[in-house]
């Protein structure tokens, strides 16, 4: 037996001749159900090839040596700008006295009772806290017990709304990124992202004696672009900090933070929403901003749901797939018509 006859006895797809294959309406409805259905899923399929997603993920953050830009934009409805000052201290000592008196911040009068607080304002990246408070800050140089004469304040309070208060990287980190391109580009993913929840925060209180604590969590948050490096969309490099090998110029830093807040009375007494627990006496009434920096970044990293491969091999058996649920409802179909057909005839 030759080799040509025995491939002949393992041919799994047997034909048939032209003049016995029988074509039916109903066949042809369903060859054109199944043509549309094919041209549904191949649009649908070349769309999620095109669809860029973010992918989030978690790594050491090693760029803790790094400065933050924080941007305030407060309004004191009833607060004169000679009686408030900002003061910074962070855990490793250092102490900023009076920033609002400076170029990067500044107060300005909103009325003879009010005024708004504008400005940027540099902190180590470290566990601190910024304040608001009235009188003019002081250290003590003996005791170090950092303090405010009050001894003026009297009929004001600290009523507030935050318009803006926002965490960024100082600018030396972004001198090798076109950063107004790239913001552009993550504009979208960065709206869905990032978190400010203290903006457009409004208290209203109308208590002199009020101190106002917000405690946040300072989350450094990075965005990647691998849409622009992935020519063959294979899988790149992951360097030691969670940055892809090739979007060294495609990314940009960001941070983003959570916050939770409180209020007390400086005279101490029960809580008014929990009546169970009691605040004690003393401190400074103001606002005040308790930071925390987290030890983790978070790499968010804009890709495209799937590469060639995958594309090709999801068209290819999502096409098998419809192509067999057809056949099989062509010989339903085929079946039920001649089982009718021949009910008819007897």
Same mark, same amino acid.
């Given at each position: 037996? #030759?080799?040509?006859?025995?491939?002949?006895?393992? +041919?799994?797809?047997?034909?048939?001749?032209?003049?016995?294959?029988?074509?039916?309406?109903?066949?042809?409805?369903?060859?054109?159900?199944? %043509?549309?259905?094919? =041209? %549904?899923?191949?649009?649908?399929?070349?769309?999620?090839?095109?669809?860029?997603?973010?992918?989030?993920?978690?790594?050491?953050?090693?760029?803790?040596?790094?400065?933050?830009?924080?941007?305030?934009?407060?309004?004191?409805?009833?607060?004169?700008?000679?009686?408030?000052?900002?003061?910074?201290?962070?855990?490793?000592?250092?102490?900023?006295?009076?920033?609002?008196?400076?170029?990067?911040? /500044?107060?300005?009068?909103?009325? +003879?009772?009010?005024?708004?607080?504008?400005?940027?304002?540099?902190?180590?990246?470290?566990?601190?806290?910024?304040?608001?408070?009235?009188?003019?800050?002081?250290?003590?140089?003996?005791?170090?017990?950092?303090?405010?004469?009050?001894?003026?304040?009297?009929?004001?309070?600290?009523?507030?709304?935050?318009?803006?208060?926002?965490? /960024?990287?100082?600018?030396?980190?972004?001198?090798?990124?076109?950063?107004?391109?790239?913001?552009?580009?993550?504009? /979208?993913?960065?709206?869905?992202?990032?978190?400010?929840?203290?903006?457009?925060?409004?208290? =209203?209180?109308?208590?002199?004696?009020?101190?106002?604590?917000?405690?946040?969590?300072?989350?450094?948050?990075?965005?990647?672009?691998?849409?622009?490096?992935?020519?063959?969309?294979?899988?790149?490099?992951?360097?030691?900090?969670?940055?892809?090998?090739?979007?060294?110029?495609?990314?940009? /830093?960001?941070?983003?933070?959570?916050?939770?807040?409180?209020?007390?009375?400086?005279?101490?007494?029960?809580?008014?929403?929990?009546?169970?627990?009691?605040?004690?006496?003393?401190?400074?009434?103001?606002?005040?901003?308790?930071?925390?920096?987290?030890?983790?970044?978070?790499?968010?990293?804009?890709?495209?749901?799937?590469?060639?491969?995958?594309?090709?091999?999801?068209?290819? #058996?999502?096409?098998?797939?419809?192509?067999?649920?057809?056949?099989?409802?062509?010989?339903?179909?085929?079946?039920?018509?001649?089982?009718?057909?021949?009910?008819?005839?007897?």
């Amino acid at each position: 037996m #030759s080799f040509a006859q025995k491939l002949l006895k393992i +041919d799994a797809f047997t034909k048939t001749k032209d003049d016995v294959r029988i074509k039916t309406r109903s066949g042809g409805l369903i060859t054109l159900m199944l %043509i549309l259905t094919s =041209l %549904i899923l191949i649009v649908n399929e070349w769309k999620m090839f095109n669809t860029i997603q973010v992918i989030p993920s978690l790594v050491v953050d090693r760029d803790r040596n790094k400065r933050m830009n924080m941007f305030v934009d407060i309004d004191f409805l009833n607060m004169p700008c000679d009686s408030l000052y900002l003061d910074v201290m962070d855990e490793s000592g250092e102490i900023q006295l009076d920033l609002t008196g400076t170029d990067n911040c /500044e107060k300005i009068p909103l009325s +003879d009772t009010s005024c708004k607080v504008k400005g940027n304002i540099y902190l180590n990246r470290l566990q601190g806290h910024f304040h608001f408070a009235p009188g003019k800050p002081f250290q003590n140089p003996v005791t170090g017990q950092h303090s405010h004469d009050i001894q003026n304040y009297n009929n004001q309070d600290f009523d507030h709304k935050i318009n803006k208060i926002t965490f /960024e990287y100082d600018q030396d980190l972004m001198k090798n990124n076109d950063n107004k391109l790239i913001q552009s580009f993550f504009e /979208e993913s960065i709206n869905q992202v990032i978190s400010e929840p203290l903006t457009g925060t409004e208290v =209203l209180d109308k208590n002199a004696f009020n101190q106002y604590s917000y405690f946040l969590k300072i989350v450094p948050t990075r965005f990647e672009d691998l849409t622009k490096v992935e020519p063959n969309r294979h899988k790149k490099e992951l360097l030691l900090d969670g940055t892809s090998s090739d979007s060294r110029n495609n990314k940009l /830093e960001k941070i983003q933070y959570t916050a939770t807040t409180h209020s007390k009375s400086i005279h101490g007494g029960k809580d008014e929403d929990h009546p169970n627990t009691i605040h004690q006496r003393g401190g400074i009434p103001g606002i005040y901003f308790i930071f925390d920096i987290s030890s983790l970044k978070i790499i968010n990293k804009l890709q495209y749901r799937m590469n060639w491969y995958g594309f090709i091999l999801n068209l290819l #058996s999502s096409l098998g797939g419809i192509f067999a649920l057809y056949t099989v409802l062509d010989k339903v179909a085929y079946k039920t018509v001649n089982y009718y057909r021949s009910k008819k005839d007897q």
